[in-house]
């Protein structure tokens, strides 16, 4: 029988740091090439504009696969939905059967997305934030910093929206769980501003250059997933010390470190996984306060197969207890 | 909200000769460009062997997207399990919400895939078929002649599957929906007895060759749809008249006419697609009854979008109905 839990139930069973740790362990996984990750499929659509992401596979020594969906459908704001749906099947790895489906529309890829922006900054930025900079007020501007909080230890944020009511809609939202937000004037003032900046837009043309980007800087870029979406510039990649990217294979396809890659060939011997980086933080993570550094995540099927299977798991062993 | 729809509904809502009409269009509109079919995921396993593929896509102008999901894990035979399973979603196409989650185990992958068996026969079978043989003895070999009995009119069938238990149960099973079996003593014996010959095998090396073929003979081939599957030997394309595939891309990759390829690169050219069939049958399908002819289908998303849809309306009708 095939189980289907609804989004209440999966926010439950949700437990932050078990899964941050099991994301932690599949990136590692990826980077030692003991998975089966599929290139992600991926449909794209134009009048309304919005795009679908299939990303999937099996970490080696799992009882299950995986496999997620997620949609990112922008006009939805404008008539009060979410931009984001989705869902994630759950199979066994021995008999092809469908264990579970998680109902989730899409709020544990939002979770997942959050969990690797932390991983990032708790590798990758500098020791002393003095002000986070945020470019983007949707819902992953809103999880980033709310994960960014117990690694983090700074209050001081600066915004930059899409439009000043959605800005003025995340700062409101950031205040009350305890930041101290400004909106900034333009990208440039905030890339200034800030040694720790998350990009989490949907843009398709560059808004981070690297002469605004200051000694001492990380930038995890999260929104360019496929789709010609791009954030950053490629001379920011040219100007960090450290280049880390997810997964160097899905990188070179598509997000901003593609891009790059396009202008300086020589870039992609220089790009570490984020698996390397968690394995062996003392050879490719941060070793000085002055490095510039540039974390491109473009979503790893492993963060999904992670966060899915320990949800499944809580789900059993609740079903277990009580039938105790 | 999104409807969960049951394989016992699924069922009861299944008008066969409106999707097989809904198929046929399908196919049409992938060989006109008019469909966005990304090339399916995949994922291998062994040791137990298996295989999941994803099948997705969009038609141009549906209300829909849909993802199928299917699994087939042979050794689940051993242990009373269908070596079959698999899922459905069904997304809205200007929200990217899900709609629908047919939970088929696969099911409506058997019926489209026996569907694509009979709309190749209705084009490219011989006006008079005397012997039907079927090679492989499973799930797709019955449903693979169900179809057929409403548009061939002939009962005989040459059966021969992997073992005589499952042979003999897959005989007692058509023999109960009005076909006459005999069991073949081998392949060879098959091919040279039968002038319309379907393959429904996960084998991995060729079962059919050339010479055993005899003038007028029609043959699908739908067992080989990945993971090095193979049933067809080059020399049969070589010596038919007609070679019909469900995507030149999709067979091109894997499956028999890929392997054939390999052997005979000018194979590519002579290959028409099934929905050019359809289109124009006095230029692609059969125009005498002395041709060879080979359709060689690895199952082509246009089916599986098709067939949602169609459950998923007659769902939703009968809602409506309700609610009147």
Redo the contacts between chains.
Sequence with gaps: M?E?INLEQIKSLLEINEVASAIEHGFISYSQGKT?I?MP?????NN?Q???H?K???IHGDPY?V?K?A???YA?SKMG?A?????I?I?C??????EA?L?D?GYLTDIRTAIAGQIAARYLAPKHVHKIGVVGAGMQARVQLEFLKSIIDCNEVLLIGNSMESTKACQNYLSNVGFTVSIAKNVKELCQSCNLIITTTPSVSPLIFGPDIAKGTHITAVGADGNNKHEIHEEVFSKADLIVVDSVEQCSQYGDFSYALKLNKQLQSRAKELGSVIEQPQSFGRTNQDQISVCDLTGLAVQDIKIAISIYQKFLDKLANRQR
């Design positions: 095939t289907i089966q599929p499929g991926n449909l794209g659509f309304p919005g795009d679908c299939i999937y596979g099996h696969f496999i969906t949609t990112g459908f939805n939905r931009s984001g749906h989705g869902m099947s199979w790895r021995k008999t092809g059967m469908l489906i109902l529309n």
